[in-house]
């Protein structure tokens, strides 16, 4: 994705309401085992004030908020927070507001020394070496998850082949450890294997690909892909298998 705002916003906005939640079944599952893997790197979450960057639907944060003192989630897409806070009111939790902002324009003053767990996971909202200083100010203890050169899936691979366009991890954990490299830090780092699968409607699929074409400058090809669909179509539900690989950050 060509990174701006304007893209980001399409991006996040189109998928929000198809977004995993926090509570289901899978997402919950997937987040428990991560959190077990943080508990063993130290990050003991109970009891704490926890800043959750780019929270997204919530998938840590809300969770996270039965354990937890308080809970602050940060992100700047309003979809995905709609999303946030109708679960949030579901499940009655009351102690994890949220706030839409970047947080590369969030003012520093609204969090440093708030927090004792800073959260970033699979989000670009931590790019820069301003906004990994912010996250240092705002907490003790921080947590940065993040793509680390692998994703695999072999219907956008193809897709993407066919629009000029290369399928491939976004920037994440490297570029979050060469800055704290330059910043004379020591992170405690850790790879790990994930996968996850997706079964949607034809149309449905076709207004994601649609949109990753568009925020990547590619002219949509709607027939061609269309017709290759209907490889990975069963059911009337296209699958998709998607294979990462993600680095745990703790410093």
Known sequence: MKGNRTNEKLYWSSRADNYPTPFDRLTAAKTRRMLALLARLGADFS?????????????????LAG??????????SAAMLRVYR???REHGIANAPCVLAEWGRLPAGRVRGRFDIALASMTAAVKTRADILK??????????????????????????????????APEGAERALKILAALGRAPRTVYLRDSWAKAASVPETLREIAVSMRVNGARFDEERTRALLKQFTRGGKVRQLTRARKAVIIW
């Open 47 to 63: 009891g704490k004030r926890l800043l959750d960057i780019g929270c997204g639907t919530g998938v840590y944060a809300l969770p």
């Open 86 to 88: 109708r679960v949030r």
């Open 135 to 168: 996250m240092e100010a705002a907490a003790p203890l921080r947590v940065f998850i993040g793509w680390a050169g692998v994703r695999r899936n072999a219907l956008l691979e193809r897709v993407y082949a066919d629009h000029g366009v290369e399928y491939r």
């Open 67 to 76: 354990r937890a003192r308080e809970v602050l989630g940060v992100d700047s």
